[in-house]
Nanobody, 120 residues
C-alpha cells in the first residue's frame, strides 16, 4: 500500500506564507512527476503546480511568482512554498502523483488534503 500524506496547512494572514509538505510512503519503486491541486468550497479541483522528475515546473497563472514547487527525490518528499498569500488561496490542498511505480504496477495516488485558510 502506498500513500501520500500532506502537512503544513493552517491559518495565514493575507501577505503571509506557508509551506506544504507531501511525504510518499509504502512499497514505492519510483514516484515520477508530482503535483499540487486545490479545491475551494463550491469550486472544482484545480492544478496549482507540478514538477517533473528532472525538475521542470509548471504553475497556474494565479500563483505564478508567489508559489514555488520543489521535491526531494531521495526523501520521497514534495513541497509547495506559498508566499504573498491571498484570501482567494483558501482551499484544501492535495498532493498528487499521477504515475507512481509500485509493486502493483503504475498507480495514481492522492493525499488526503490539508486545509489552507488565508484570513485576517
Amino acid at each position: 500500500q502506498v500513500q501520500l500524506v500532506e502537512s503544513g496547512g493552517g491559518l495565514a494572514q493575507p501577505g503571509g506564507s506557508l509551506r506544504l509538505s507531501c511525504l510518499a510512503s509504502g512499497n514505492i519503486f519510483s514516484i515520477g512527476a508530482m503535483g499540487w491541486y486545490r479545491q475551494a468550497p463550491g469550486k472544482q479541483r484545480e492544478l496549482v503546480a507540478s514538477i517533473t522528475t528532472v525538475g521542470m515546473t509548471n504553475y497556474a497563472d494565479s500563483v505564478k511568482g508567489r508559489f514555488t514547487i520543489s521535491r526531494d527525490t531521495a526523501k520521497n518528499m514534495g513541497y509547495l512554498e506559498m508566499n504573498s498569500l491571498r484570501p482567494e488561496d483558501t482551499a484544501v490542498y492535495y498532493c498528487n502523483v499521477p504515475h507512481m511505480a509500485t509493486q502493483a504496477g503504475y498507480v495514481e495516488v492522492w493525499g488526503q488534503g490539508t486545509l489552507v485558510t488565508v484570513s485576517s
